[in-house]
């Protein structure tokens, strides 16, 4: 049985910073790119990084460019997104996913396990 398990969200003003754990069980993290999406009521998920299996290809959502960090440790199956100055509109559920390249290509990934997400509340 394949789990994500996200962690370190949290309640923190603007400009401060939070960093999220996403651990991994019951499939081969090393083998698999992971993401992190946010999700806010009423509004689209959001994507807002990936990283590919190796940690070398990291791709980031235009909102949170040269403030948010994707890395991964493939020793603990755990991958985390450091975020700092953190807006109000950084508010949201945020879950991680795992996949694998995009046969039709259409995407970069295919997401095909998610976790169940962590809140973030920023406040001004």
């Known amino acids: 049985q394949v789990q994500l398990v996200e962690s370190g969200g949290g309640s923190v003003q603007a400009g401060k910073s939070l960093t999220l754990s996403c651990v991994v069980s019951?499939?081969?993290?090393?083998?698999?790119?992971m993401a992190w999406f946010r999700h806010t009521p009423g509004q689209d998920r959001e994507f807002v990084a990936d990283?590919?299996?190796?940690?070398?290809?990291?791709t980031y959502g235009d909102p949170v460019k040269g403030r948010f960090a994707i890395s991964r440790d493939n020793s603990k199956s755990t991958l985390y997104l450091q975020m700092d100055n953190l807006k109000v509109e950084d508010t949201g559920m945020y879950a991680c996913?795992?996949?694998?390249?995009?046969?039709?290509?259409?995407?970069?990934?295919?997401?095909?396990?998610w976790g169940r997400g962590t809140q973030v509340s920023v406040f001004s």
């Open positions: 996913a795992s996949g694998y390249p995009d046969p039709s290509k259409v995407s970069r990934y295919t997401w095909d396990y």
């Open positions: 019951g499939r081969s993290f090393r083998v698999f790119a």
């Open positions: 990283i590919s299996w190796d940690g070398a290809i990291t």
